[in-house]
């Protein structure tokens, strides 16, 4: 899924091998799960394909980097309406015009007539992962899948109210490209607004899949960075977790763009239950709140108090 205005447009993909459909049901055995999760991490990227982008009646093209993927920043000949829109991509044979694959793909235009913005994490933010117990994470990845998995309660109904008024949400998280369908199902499932993965880059082996959403999470910064310079006229929620480095991603982001950021809200996971009185301090002094929470209710209920929703 792109995203941008009708100035700029981002288009992303990847092109892989030996990558079969998945196809989950909620009755899937364990079995099923494990084999379909490892063909995820073990599916090859093509390097230097040219892709063929077909968006209202004009043609575009982008190449494949060293990991599989292309990425274009269009300049759209038309204007769209706020919302979803549909892009084709299709990989040829060489010198010809035979097309050996095809898929639509998507892209959200963001209207002026949006009230703000949402950056949210996925894993043990809206998605339970034990992202910092490793057995309890791997035993969650190898052996449910996006039907049978779980999100934290309450937050499809939080993030629908934030969705109002057509504001735009935007999934920035430490997983890699590998489970991007997987994540469209579980959203899909779970009725967790749409809104556009801003993930982690593709990664290939058993090794990667036992330490998914690991390493360094640099790639957050700069992608809420694009965010923020893309839509200059929006301002943004924050969501996260404490069992990592949201709080101090946000916090940079707070320092960079002082006056864009409405307001900071950190799931409580683990034993991380305070934040360090630095964050504190910075917080307070830019009068943004900042809240580390025990539970999504209490999140709808600032976020009341704050004018952002209307209604539980």
């Not at 030996?18 to 090859?44: G, I, Q």
């Not at 309890?136 to 999100?151: D, E, Q, S």
Request: hydrophobic share 35%.
């Amino acid at each position: 899924m792109g995203y941008g205005t009708n100035e700029f447009l981002y288009l992303k993909g990847g092109v892989v091998e030996n990558r079969p459909e998945f196809y989950s049901e909620a009755t899937d055995k364990r079995r099923k799960n494990f084999r379909v999760m490892l063909s995820r991490y073990l599916s090859s990227p093509l390097p230097d394909m040219k892709v063929w982008i077909h968006l209202n009646g004009e043609v575009y093209h982008s190449v494949t980097d060293e990991y599989g993927y292309f990425s274009s920043w269009i300049d759209p000949i038309k204007d769209y309406e706020p919302g979803w829109h549909s892009v084709n991509f299709q990989i040829r044979k060489p010198d010809s015009d035979e097309i050996i694959c095809e898929t639509e793909g998507e892209f959200l235009i963001v209207g002026e007539q949006a009230e703000f913005g949402t950056i949210s994490d996925i894993d043990d933010t809206i998605l339970v992962s034990h992202a910092t117990q490793l057995f309890k994470k791997l035993r969650l990845i190898l052996t449910k899948n996006a039907k049978t998995r779980l999100p934290f309660e309450g937050v499809a109904n939080f993030y629908q109210q934030l969705k109002a008024n057509g504001n735009p949400f935007f999934y920035v998280s430490s997983s890699e490209w590998n489970l991007y369908e997987f994540l469209q199902d579980f959203f899909n499932v779970r009725k967790i607004p749409k809104g556009p993965f801003l993930l982690q880059e593709y990664k290939s082996g058993f090794r990667d899949l036992i330490f998914s959403g690991g390493g360094s999470h640099q790639h957050k910064q700069d992608k809420i960075k694009r965010l923020m310079k893309l839509f200059p006229h929006l301002k943004f929620i924050l969501i996260g977790d404490s069992g990592q480095r949201d709080t101090e991603i946000y916090r940079e982001a707070l320092v960079n763009y002082p006056d864009r950021i409405l307001a900071v809200y950190i799931r409580k996971i683990g034993k991380k239950d305070k934040f360090d009185q630095e964050t504190i301090q910075e917080f307070k002094k830019r009068k943004v709140p900042l809240l580390l929470l025990e539970n999504t209710q209490d999140a709808i209920e600032h976020a009341r108090k704050l004018g952002v929703i209307t209604y539980y």
